[in-house]
């Protein structure tokens, strides 16, 4: 999917402007795309995706030889997905599925499931260090925003009702928050007329038509704003709430929970 929603927050529309940095300048440059343009950024991307996997095999190999494999926790992640050009997006920097969900694998001692692939369990990579410590048998630092993954691992974990990610422009006013239930993902940034993203992403995996003021999902809308308004309250994150929002119910901070 290559479009691009004209009534989208005024922060990604602001990113899309070529000349802001050099991340926007590759977003700028894809609004020009076409198929062609498309189909040679994405053979590049898999090719390095490639070259990374035959580095991923000679960390392995030396794991082999070294007669360590049989006592380590392996982990492959990434900090953020490339876009993928969907929305005509070819950078970090959104909260788009093609930019956040991104690769979470576990394999080693301890990890009956290594070739489960979970498509339902919601993790961040704020739980890799908890995980590893779960393994190793030591307590995590007691500021972790992360849980272990180990359960999730072992097929045993109770569901997970939400996660939270965050992301932050050059300067630092210019800030977003996401939090991604089972089937929705709300989005909200740090300012402008139309800060919200709400997508059903069961009927809407494309991300195509923000919910936001849809009457049909106002009360869905205004539980992932309470959702995220008491994981704000909890975490002490400094975020702060847009002017446009001021009569939303995420502006109510007390009583979110309720």
């Known amino acids: 999917n290559m479009a691009v929603d004209p009534g989208e927050p005024e922060y990604l529309q602001y990113h899309r402007r070529e000349g802001y940095d050099l991340m926007s300048k590759a977003v700028g440059i894809a609004s020009e795309w076409r198929e062609a343009d498309v189909s040679h950024y994405l053979h590049d991307y898999y090719r390095m995706v490639e070259a990374v996997d035959g580095e991923i095999g000679r960390l392995l190999e030396a794991l082999r030889a070294s007669g360590l494999e049989d006592s380590t926790l392996v982990c492959f992640a990434s900090d953020h997905g490339e876009g993928m050009g969907a929305h005509r997006w070819v950078q970090k920097a959104a909260f788009w599925e093609e930019v956040v969900r991104v690769p979470l694998l576990f394999a080693g001692p301890g990890v009956p499931r290594s070739d489960v692939i979970d498509q339902e369990s919601l993790a961040t990579l704020a739980d890799i260090l908890p995980t590893f410590c779960d393994y ?82 106002k009360t869905a809308l205004d539980e992932h704003r309470a959702m995220l308004a008491g994981w704000l ?26």
């Open 136 to 217: 190793a048998g030591i307590k995590p630092p007691p500021d972790m925003r992360g849980i272990s993954l180990r359960q999730t691992l072992e097929g045993s974990a109770p569901p997970r009702p939400f996660i939270v990610s965050e992301l932050q422009y050059g300067e630092a006013f210019r800030q977003g928050r996401m939090l991604r239930s089972h089937r929705y993902k709300y989005v909200v940034f740090s300012g402008g007329a139309r800060p919200e993203q709400f997508f059903d992403l069961e009927t809407d995996p494309g991300e195509v038509r923000n919910l936001v003021g849809d009457p049909e999902h």
């Open 233 to 258: 309250r909890e975490a002490a994150d400094a975020f702060e709430v847009p002017a446009a929002l001021a009569d939303s119910r995420f502006a109510s901070r007390e009583g979110a929970r309720a």
